[in-house]
């Protein structure tokens, strides 16, 4: 699947709609309406569609796709959503956002078969995004990408999508999610529902796009060598049982308010953190599965370095302004696109309205759309640059 839309205004004109309920129809209907009014009859060029894995997903991007025309669409289940300072909650809504104008050049792409090769697979979908988006560059680029949460190593898509952006071009987006399920993940590309699959848009401006990331945890141990590692299941850490030094490390839990049920075994107030050659820390998820073992939702290298980490509400809170102020200081923009870890949304409790209250803030008068992942991207140089528990963002 491929498309591209060319902006010639300057000027960006959004809209973002939601709905929620147990009618598929009308619960898109109503927000792609509200998505489009804004625009007062301009066409859209771009279009994200997030949407709780409760809906009949075809349906929602058939009355998306009737509504939107030939705009390039794409987007993800997700785990809740975030959009002008509100939350809708995990297991319910959907949420679209449309934008005209702005001087963009969007290309869209999409690859399959990332639990077998993530690397050709992200390859291949950077390939058909810059394909999409035509032979003239723009003087500014990024790729916003949606992933099936669930199927293969994250980190090894995006190495592929560097083979074809290289260093410069900096990448931003999430992994979808499923409503804390931990069952099956979708992405949306123009009218498909995808598994197994990842969805690219080039992006082309006049204008530089930033592209932050941040995350708030902080080491609860020592540097711990990981000495047995079985794909994503990690067995030794430091020569010992990893799910016991694991449990040695934990922070006395603070609270046990949570907006829904956790799944079996996820204990999302702690992580690993991979080390960095700068001492920075990429977070890793991990959690107890059915048999026992413990397990990160993305493999971690052999023998490298992490420590397990923790992290406080009064943290993610302003971390997650942080990131926000930084990616619109330079100048207003149309809208912030967040990405944000339901890990986060986890530790915050009753205090995930406040996030969604505070990043509004933060980015002042530009709306905020965004939706809780299993996983960000945020990578501005080098190969690295997945994360999860962490909060990315982009202006547009």
């Not at 995004?129 to 995006?158: K, N, T, W, Y």
Request: charged share 20%; glycine share 12%; net charge negative.
């Amino acid at each position: 699947m491929w498309g591209v839309r060319v902006l010639t205004s300057n000027r960006a004109y959004r809209g973002v709609g939601t709905g929620n309920g147990t009618d598929t129809r009308v619960a898109a209907e109503k927000a792609v309406n509200e998505a489009l009014r804004p625009l007062e009859g301009r066409q859209p060029d771009l279009v994200l569609v997030y949407a709780s894995v409760r809906y009949d997903l075809q349906t929602v991007l058939k009355t998306v796709n009737a509504a939107a025309g030939p705009a390039v669409i794409a987007g993800a289940t997700s785990s809740g959503q975030l959009h002008n300072g509100k939350l809708t909650e995990p297991g319910d809504g959907i949420a679209v956002l449309a934008l005209a104008g702005g001087g963009y050049r969007f290309g869209l792409g999409h690859a399959t078969g990332v639990q077998a090769d993530a690397t050709r697979a992200g390859r291949s979908l950077a390939r058909a995004a810059l394909d999409a988006v035509g032979p003239e560059r723009s003087p500014h680029e990024a790729v916003l990408i949606f992933s099936d949460g669930l199927a293969g190593d994250q980190q090894e898509l995006l190495n592929g999508i560097h083979k074809v952006t290289g260093f410069q071009i900096p990448v931003v987006g999430g992994a979808a999610a499923d409503d804390r399920n931990l069952a099956e993940t979708f992405v949306f590309a123009g009218d498909k529902v995808l598994r197994d699959a990842a969805v690219a848009i080039w992006i082309g401006s006049d204008r530089p796009l930033r592209v932050i990331g941040g995350h708030g945890w902080q080491p609860t141990s020592l540097p711990l060598m990981l000495s047995g590692v079985d794909g994503q299941i990690v067995r030794e850490l430091g020569g010992r049982p990893a799910l016991e030094v694991y449990k040695e490390n934990f922070r006395p839990r603070v609270t046990d308010h949570k907006l829904y049920p956790r799944a079996g075994g996820y204990h999302s107030e702690h992580a690993f953190g991979l080390i960095q050659p700068d001492g920075s820390l990429l977070i890793r998820g991990a959690f107890i599965d059915s048999d026992g073992d413990l397990r990160t939702f993305s493999p971690l290298p052999p023998f490298s370095a992490v420590q397990v980490v923790s992290c406080d509400a009064e943290d993610l809170l302003e971390v997650g302004e942080r990131v926000v102020a930084g990616v619109v200081e330079a100048e207003e923009p149309a809208v912030v696109l967040v990405f944000d870890c339901v890990a986060r949304l986890d530790i915050l409790g009753e205090r995930g309205h406040e996030e969604a209250r505070r990043l509004q803030r933060a980015a002042g008068n530009a709306p905020t759309f965004g939706y809780y992942t299993y996983g960000e991207f945020a990578r501005t140089t080098g190969v690295a640059g997945y994360h999860n528990a962490t909060i990315a963002a982009m202006a547009l």
